[in-house]
């Protein structure tokens, strides 16, 4: 089994951090495959520049990064996307991977109008994220996270079962202790 994690903070010392380490370590036990992009560390450019967009309707990649990237996305089981919540979605270096990775022929094809999702290999997805808001403000914010990330981005590129772990109160504690608790539960 084949896990495929997908890391999006700068800081070692973050909280975010921690929670890669435990999945990772988690994840280890269980005897799985642990591949991490960690976005930062490796200085990917999220930029879609004139270059990328020039090959893009072609679905190639003028970034080479983004190309690897593609290539591990297409023999994993499972996906894992752990990153905190800047104004209310991903940080930006997250949504960049999306837009330069996920392209045509490699992550879709379209058929007739629609997108038809190629990455049908990834059977499941873990969305975690930290924050200070609570899954109620996302609601009401129509919900991003499970709408446009889960709903749109991944069930367009062919993953349908997902589910979304979130720490609200990140800056507490004890809410940062539970989240561990429930992290080692979920990935037991
Ligand atoms: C640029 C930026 C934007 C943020 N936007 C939000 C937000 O929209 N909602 C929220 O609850 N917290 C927001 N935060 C707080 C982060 O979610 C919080 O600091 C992070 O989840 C804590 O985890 P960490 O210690 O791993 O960074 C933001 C923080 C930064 C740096």
């Keep these: 089994m084949k896990s495929l994690i997908i890391y999006a903070h700068p800081w070692d010392g973050s909280f975010n951090n921690h929670v890669l380490k435990e999945v990772e370590k988690s994840l280890v036990k269980q005897e799985k495959e642990v591949t991490i992009i960690d976005l ?3 200085g990917f450019n999220p930029v879609l ?11 190639k990649y003028h970034d080479k990064l ?3 990237y593609a290539e591990k996305l297409k023999v994993a ?5 752990i990153f905190p919540i800047w104004w209310y979605g991903e940080p930006a270096i997250l949504k960049g991977f999306y837009d330069k990775v996920f392209l045509k022929g490699h992550a879709y094809e379209l058929v007739g109008y629609d997108l038809k999702g190629l990455l049908n290999n990834i059977k499941n997805a873990t ?11 996302f609601s009401y ?3 991003p996270i499970k709408n446009t990330l889960a709903g749109g981005v991944l069930k ?5 079962n997902y589910n979304w ?7 507490l504690e004890t809410a940062r202790h539970e989240f561990i608790k429930e992290i080692k539960n979920y990935f037991k």
């Design 40 to 42: 930062n560390k490796e």
């Design 49 to 59: 520049t004139k270059e990328d967009l020039k090959v893009f309707s072609q679905g």
């Design 66 to 68: 983004a190309a690897s």
């Design 77 to 81: 089981d499972e996906l894992i996307l």
């Design 127 to 137: 969305i975690i994220t930290t924050a200070s808001i609570d899954k109620k403000i």
């Design 141 to 143: 914010l129509g919900d």
């Design 156 to 160: 367009m590129i062919g993953i349908e």
């Design 165 to 171: 772990i979130h720490c609200a109160t990140v800056h």
